[in-house]
């Protein structure tokens, strides 16, 4: 069992950043891939970013590629999402999620946060 709590959002202004953080409970979260969603409301869950159990892979949705990056550190059981140059259309409840394979659907992820919010500004 895997639980996670994010943490990090807030109110931002177009062009600044955000660290997202998410904190695992559980001895396997080393062996999980790790990735950050987000939702707005009345679209679906969408990817952001994964990244691979031993940090030796990442993937990132187009839209944020350049801007987002993903980090995790297994000793702390935490995985990062470092967020730069902020879009208006990055407002979003934002998950992350741990998973065994590495995909972009959220449908393969077996345990999910609660969400945090993330609001940018114009």
């Known amino acids: 069992q895997v639980q996670l709590v994010e943490s990090g959002g807030g109110l931002v202004q177009a062009g600044g950043s955000l660290r997202l953080s998410c904190a695992a409970s559980?001895?396997?979260?080393?062996?999980?891939?790790m990735g950050w969603f987000r939702q707005t409301p009345g679209k679906e869950r969408e990817f952001v970013a994964w990244i691979a159990w031993n940090s030796g892979s990442a993937a990132y949705a187009d839209s944020v590629k350049g801007r987002f990056t993903i980090s995790r550190d297994n000793v702390k059981n935490t995985v990062y999402l470092h967020m730069n140059s902020l879009k208006t259309e990055d407002t979003a409840v934002y998950y992350c999620?741990?998973?065994?394979?590495?995909?972009?659907?959220?449908?393969?992820?077996?345990?999910w946060g609660q969400g945090t919010q993330v609001t940018v500004s114009s």
């Open positions: 559980g001895r396997i979260f080393s062996t999980y891939t």
């Open positions: 999620a741990a998973g065994l394979v590495r995909d972009q659907s959220p449908t393969p992820y077996h345990y």
